[in-house]
């Protein structure tokens, strides 16, 4: 029987590569889901996960196949809003276990162990022992998953900056942010559109304000890594600090907005500053971890999509 009283999880996993994921970790993922009622936290161990450090593609293609294979599954049994945060346990720099009050932990039965330190890292922290719930998944799992292998290196900069409306926080967006904190080594500028720029947005009346979208992506940043200097702060154009802050030298951006950020580049040059350089992320759908230019507009994941579904869901549609 299905047990739905859980309200959050952690679900944890470890790779020995990103070329060892396979569908059982994709089958633990729907089952944590499957019986958690709000929020999960995904803690993926890789081994060696330093040697990733300086690529782009490897972490990009895997934080979008999990994002979006758990959209998908969270569409088809009516759990649009579901919210699933993906941590890098050998990354995130603090002890993902005990700092959150969690109602279950789950877990493959190969990492029971690490599930059990957990508990009692928490007993010598003098916090409560959480349950924990060993997922056992059918062995046709365990082909593996197409990641992409490609070591395109990549740089890493002091700060770096990114930009967006980040209404109810989705997985494009958490995908946005987990690949600009990636690259970054000491501070992450983050601006939040004001409402000024906002007032032709389609279901405006559900739409979180300001004040709670900062709050949320302050939170997001703050779960998936500790020890780097974040600055959330409203941006009422499209340049933000980026037009004018020496300090940034890179700024992250989908592929629909590049655009926009030649223009900031441009405005850069008219206040003598150097240009900023990019790095790209995928657009994707609820189905598909990459979109073709044509299905941007209409396929891709978006908050419009979200606040859509939140009016229909209070209209009793």
């Known amino acids: 029987m299905i047990n739905k009283s859980h309200s959050s999880a952690l679900l944890y996993f470890s790779l020995t590569s990103l070329a060892s994921i396979t569908y059982q970790h994709l089958c633990l993922i729907k089952t ?24 782009w593609t490897p972490i990009h293609d895997l934080l979008s196949t999990l994002y979006v294979e758990a959209a998908k599954y969270c569409n088809e ?3 649009t809003l579901f919210d699933l945060n993906i941590v890098f346990g050998g990354w995130c720099g603090y002890d993902v276990g005990i700092d959150d009050t969690y109602e279950v ?7 029971q162990n690490y599930l059990l330190n957990i508990n009692m890292r928490r007993k010598q922290s003098f916090l409560p022992e959480i349950p924990i719930h060993l997922i056992a998944c059918s062995p046709v799992h365990t082909q593996v998953i197409n990641i992409d292998q490609r070591s395109v290196a990549t740089k890493t ?17 958490k995908i946005l942010l987990t690949m600009s904190v990636w690259i970054t080594k000491k501070k992450l500028i983050c601006g939040v559109t004001g409402e000024n720029m906002l007032t032709n ?9 300001l004040d709670t979208r900062i709050e949320n992506v302050q939170k997001f940043l703050n779960k998936i890594k500790r020890g780097l200097t974040y600055e959330v702060v409203p941006i009422y154009d499209i340049y933000g600090p980026t037009a004018t802050d020496p300090e940034i ?5 989908s592929k629909e907005t590049l655009e926009g950020a030649n223009l900031i580049n441009k405005e850069r040059a008219l206040n003598a500053l150097p240009p900023l350089e990019f790095a790209v992320i995928e657009v994707i759908s609820s189905t598909s971890t990459t ?7 209409n396929l891709k994941l978006s908050s419009t999509f979200l606040r859509e579904y939140i009016f229909n869901k209070n209209e009793g549609k």
Do not use: P
């Not at 979109?291 to 507009?297: A, V």
């Open 157 to 173: 900069y002091n700060v770096v900056a990114v930009g967006g409306t980040f209404d109810h926080l989705h997985s494009g967006h």
């Open 77 to 79: 049994i009516d759990k």
């Open 249 to 253: 030298e890179a700024l992250v951006v």
């Open 291 to 297: 979109l073709k230019d044509e299905d941007l507009k």
């Open 32 to 55: 944590a889901i499957q019986q958690t009622t709000d929020s999960l936290t995904l803690v993926i161990d890789i081994l060696d996960i330093d040697e990733y450090r300086n690529t």
């Open 201 to 209: 947005k389609k279901y405006r009346e559900v739409m979180e304000s």
């Open 105 to 111: 932990l789950f877990g493959h039965m190969e990492d």
